[in-house]
């Protein structure tokens, strides 16, 4: 039993060393190190966890709600770092980042104006809401939003009573940096604190390219988590901003005016009707 279960350690070892450094310790130079051998790439089926299918008939409950994560709190910060890419290997990225690099390739194609869906935006429109060019006095000056200028993530997702599973759950629909308007960046006697949605992205067309990027591990460095795990999992701080509703969707600051802390407790009411919907789906 006790040599099975070193067996079992020593497989998850190897393969985390090999998923996080490939060939780092067979490289020759410095060209040789992430690339992967032959057998590897044979046996490398690597790729995010598929969702299982969900038939809308076993859907007894679910409700919209879209939530906002702030990159201040400490529990977020790996959605964050790193900011500066100059002294760090090519696969750590933030999640900024690793989204631009996505659409940029062309892996990412779902791309949109708002969370509804309504209509698709190209690159060069996601480029003129990140870099403004400004000529003064004979000069050109470039502004250009980068990882250090988002400040959050809008997330928009579901929750839903599965009654074949029997269970709550979680499913996340689209997400959206939100950063300062580069029309304003670098413009004098104007101070606007204002986060916007640069842009939407549907988040099950993003799943493989955040499964690539990953997010450094602190307590394991040989174990890195991807970005896709890390959101799948709800591994963040958020507070929920607005919920689908007969008034239009209305956000909570549309109604709940003026007042941080009325707010918040009305984000945390729609939190507490969520958990007990589950908990009233067992009461008889």
Not at 121 to 139: A, K, M, P, W
Not at 178 to 186: L, P, R
Request: with cysteine; proline share 3%; glycine share 4%.
């Amino acid at each position: 039993m006790v040599r099975n279960c070193f067996i079992i350690f020593l497989v998850f070892l190897t393969s985390g060393i090999v998923n996080a450094q490939s060939n780092l310790l067979n490289a020759k130079s410095v060209s040789d190190i992430g690339k992967k051998n032959e057998q590897q790439l044979t046996s490398d089926n690597d790729a995010p966890i598929p969702y299982g299918y969900v038939d809308d008939r076993d859907i007894m409950w679910s409700k919209v709600v879209w939530e906002f994560i702030d990159l201040n709190q400490k529990i977020n910060l790996p959605y964050y770092f790193p900011i500066d890419t100059t002294s760090i290997s090519s696969n750590r990225r933030s999640l900024f980042d690793s989204l631009i690099k996505g659409i940029k390739q062309g892996k990412i194609k779902e791309a949109y104006t708002d969370s509804f869906f309504t209509s698709k935006i190209t690159q060069d429109e996601i480029d003129s809401r990140l870099v403004n060019v400004r000529e003064e006095n004979g000069y050109t000056d470039t502004f250009r939003i980068q990882t250090q200028d988002v400040e959050g993530y809008m997330l928009k997702g579901m929750w839903y009573f599965d009654k074949r599973q029997g269970e709550m759950k979680y499913r996340l629909l689209a997400l959206a940096p939100m950063g300062k308007d580069v029309q304003t960046i670098g413009v004098e006697n104007v101070e606007d604190e204002n986060l916007y949605e640069l842009f939407w992205i549907f988040f099950p067309n993003a799943r493989d390219v955040l499964h690539n990027a990953k997010v450094f591990n602190p307590k394991n460095s040989s174990q890195p988590i991807s970005y896709d795990h890390l959101l799948n999992a709800r591994r963040f701080s958020s507070v929920i901003v607005r919920e689908e509703n007969i008034y239009g969707n209305r956000a909570i600051e549309d109604y709940v005016r003026g007042n941080s802390l009325f707010q918040l407790l009305e984000a945390n009411k729609i939190k507490e009707d969520i958990r007990n919907r589950e908990m009233d789906m067992w009461n008889y």
